[in-house]
């Protein structure tokens, strides 16, 4: 039981996680002010994005889009603790599985209706086509 | 059993190595509740989808890019992303056992949150004076759809938080609210992210493409 000692239940914890020592309040506050401060310098990345003319146009939507996934990620580790440590592995499995669904659901409907609108004929187009 | 692994503190014990017995009530509540949420994240992705599609049919009413005003979006995001930093404040209180801490940190948490909704709610009767309402087309149907369901979200996580102040004070730092706690911590960071996707996903990107 012991041969793994402080130094593994160290590595079990995640930073600023259920903290009930006066000596890590310091520890978890720089954790959710790091947080704060990446998730701060993001946002205002994608902000500044909207109204540059340092990116090129076409790209911006999809500069916007990795930030989003890049903030999203700082939330993830700094703000709900998702990481890889072993009492997470579980929390980490399951973000995987929702995140391949995620990208199903939203990758698949916008793939099958760009699709759809590019192969079906719309009502007036029909109607032009009986005449 | 020996002397040394009963003398060891509760949190000591699950150590995810498969020593000491299963997890500890406290990672088997929060493994419950996020799978809750993942389910939630995969509801929204649904209405985010619906969007996706439908967010250049405006039937010939105002876009996206006319009606958005970037700068509410802004502080709407900044309200968020500060109360999500003191909810986390509000976690490390409750881990305290700090009665004054915890409640300032929620009510901070909970004012920003309010603060948040009574912009949104400014900003869809403005659309709907407008007559930008969500009968108008299927663009603005999918967006009320998609924004008022975060709102809905937050409106709850505003009850659920006024409730777990209200628990603090009352029965304290008992087990069984502190995990009530930690579920509820998770429901709000996770409503953060959820905006991070809609701010830069419906409002950054409308209002370029």
């Known amino acids: 039981m012991s041969h793994h000692g402080l130094e593994g239940e160290a590595m079990d914890r995640t930073p600023g996680d259920d903290i009930d020592d006066a000596g890590r309040v310091g520890a978890a506050v720089r954790t959710y002010l790091l947080g704060l401060v990446l998730a701060v310098g993001l946002t205002a990345a994608s902000f500044w994005a909207t109204d540059t003319h340092l990116i090129y146009g076409p790209s911006v939507p999809i500069a916007i889009s990795v930030l989003a996934l890049a903030q999203m990620g700082v939330h993830l580790v700094f703000f709900l603790h998702i990481t890889t440590g072993p009492d997470n592995t579980n929390n980490a499995l399951a973000l995987a599985f929702g995140f391949l669904i995620v990208c199903i659901v939203v990758l698949g409907s916008l793939w099958i209706m760009t699709h759809l609108s590019q192969n079906v004929h719309s009502m007036d187009q029909i109607m032009r086509m009986q005449r | ?209």
């Not at chain 2, 986390?88 to 949150?113: E, F, H, K, P, Y």
């Not at chain 2, 009352?170 to 429901?187: D, Q, T, W």
Request: hydrophobic residues 50%; charged residues 15%; positive net charge.
């Open chain 2, 1 to 209: 059993m020996n002397a040394t692994a009963t003398a060891l503190p509760r949190h000591r014990e699950a150590t995810g190595h498969g020593e000491g017995g299963p997890a500890s009530k406290r990672v088997v509540v929060g493994y419950g509740f996020w799978i809750f949420l993942l389910s939630d994240i995969i509801m929204f992705s649904a209405f985010f989808a619906a969007y996706a599609v439908l967010s250049r049919e405006t039937a010939g009413g105002p876009s996206g890019r006319e009606l958005f005003d970037l700068r509410d979006t802004a502080i709407q995001t900044a309200c968020l992303l500060a109360s999500s930093f003191t909810c986390g404040m509000a976690s490390i209180a409750v881990g305290q056992r700090s009665q004054l801490w915890t409640q300032i940190a929620l009510l901070v948490t909970g004012l920003l949150g309010a603060a948040f909704l009574v912009l949104e709610v400014r900003e869809f009767t403005s659309f709907v004076e407008r007559g930008a309402g969500p009968s108008r087309s299927a663009f603005l149907s999918s967006f009320f759809t998609l924004v008022g369901c975060h709102g809905v979200h937050v409106t709850a996580g505003l009850l659920w938080l006024g409730t777990m102040m209200a628990q603090f004070l009352a029965k304290g730092f008992r087990e069984n609210i502190r995990h009530r706690y930690l579920c509820f911590s998770l429901f709000w960071h996770t409503l953060d992210i959820i905006w991070v996707a809609l701010f830069s996903l419906v409002y950054l990107v409308s209002s370029v493409s």
